[in-house]
């Protein structure tokens, strides 16, 4: 721990294998960033020949969660999230907006790809009255972020959190049964927590997005898009905040709604637990 309360939840970090695409270093090219290596720009390239229009969809969702975030903190009173597979970080990062508002809030990212952990730092500086941490754990196994000592630590988990999914569920293909993972998550966390999801769809543009993530699995990365019905399904038990689940663009947009909310391929949503 340091003097800001920040931690750093990893001793060593894992190797990185620059054989195989990462979706945070995909991610990071769309971005314009530095930390992808030719895998990761060859399969980008081969998605965005696909879908030239990813790079903004990627950023969209960067917005989305800082929408969700202003409303939770302002609207809502929430002052603990819990943001699984966090990625690079990119200002302003989710604690950055939420503790512009409520210094005090704190937020605790998990991911598990060492670049991203390698760059772990920058997420951890913190507002004194706040804490920011990161934990180096694994969304397919929840109790490794559940029992870890950094998310203890951070987090009172007697108090709601907003669990924030964001591009993410989209790696877990279904035989590994992300809702089973999603229900032990959410089963830890108290009544007037919050659930944020995105997730890509086929549902806007079917031959375009068909193309891209057989691209990725060609690459050998795991993307599974999925239809409405099947996020619905990932909110189960818990209560849609208006609007419901939309397509990211027009959840709640800042300013005029969009020409064309389905302009972005994702589905995106906000939930209370009851
Ligand atoms: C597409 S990026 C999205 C990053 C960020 N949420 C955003 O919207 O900009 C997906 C992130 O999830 C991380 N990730 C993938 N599978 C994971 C897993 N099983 N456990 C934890 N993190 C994971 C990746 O390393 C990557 O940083």
Same mark, same amino acid.
């Given at each position: 721990m340091t003097e800001n309360g920040q931690q750093h939840a990893q001793a060593e970090a894992p190797a990185v294998d620059a054989t195989v695409p990462h979706s945070a270093r995909v991610?990071?090219?769309?971005?314009?960033?530095?930390?992808?290596?030719?895998?990761?720009r060859a399969m980008g390239a081969a998605m965005t020949e696909a879908i030239p229009t990813l790079p903004a969809m990627a950023k969209e969702n960067r917005r989305f969660v800082h929408r969700v975030a202003r409303h939770l903190v302002v =609207?809502?009173?929430?002052?603990?999230?819990?943001?699984?597979?966090a990625g690079i970080p990119t200002r302003p990062n989710l604690h950055e907006v939420a503790q512009s508002i409520a210094?005090?809030?704190?937020?605790?990212?998990?991911d598990n790809d060492p670049v991203v952990l390698a760059h772990s730092r920058a997420l951890m500086v913190s507002t004194p009255e706040g804490r920011s941490a990161y934990v180096d754990a694994d969304l397919r196994r929840p109790r490794s972020i559940l029992d870890h000592p950094g998310l203890a630590e951070t987090l009172d988990l007697t108090r709601p959190v907003a669990l924030t999914l964001i591009a993410i569920l989209m790696l877990i293909a279904d035989e590994e049964d992300p809702a089973a993972t999603l229900r032990e998550l959410t089963e830890a966390l108290p009544?007037?927590?919050?659930?944020?999801?995105?997730?890509?769809?086929?549902?806007?543009?079917?031959?375009?997005?068909g193309t891209?993530?057989?691209?990725?699995?060609?690459?050998?990365?795991?993307?599974?898009?999925?239809?409405?019905? =099947?996020?619905?399904?990932?909110?189960?038990?818990?209560?849609?905040? =208006?609007p419901g689940l939309t397509p990211v663009l027009a959840w709640r947009p800042d300013g005029e709604p969009p020409a064309d909310p389905q302009a972005a391929y994702y589905w995106a949503g906000l939930a209370r637990k009851p």
């Open positions: 991610y990071d090219y769309w971005l314009g960033g530095k930390d992808n290596f030719a895998v990761d =609207e809502q009173g929430v002052r603990q999230f819990l943001d699984i597979g210094p005090e809030t704190r937020v605790v990212y998990v009544s007037g927590s919050y659930l944020a999801i995105t997730h890509p769809t086929q549902d806007f543009n079917p031959e375009a997005v891209a993530v057989a691209a990725a699995r060609q690459a050998g990365m795991t993307l599974v898009a999925r239809t409405r019905d =099947e996020v619905q399904r990932f909110f189960a038990g818990w209560e849609l905040v =208006e």
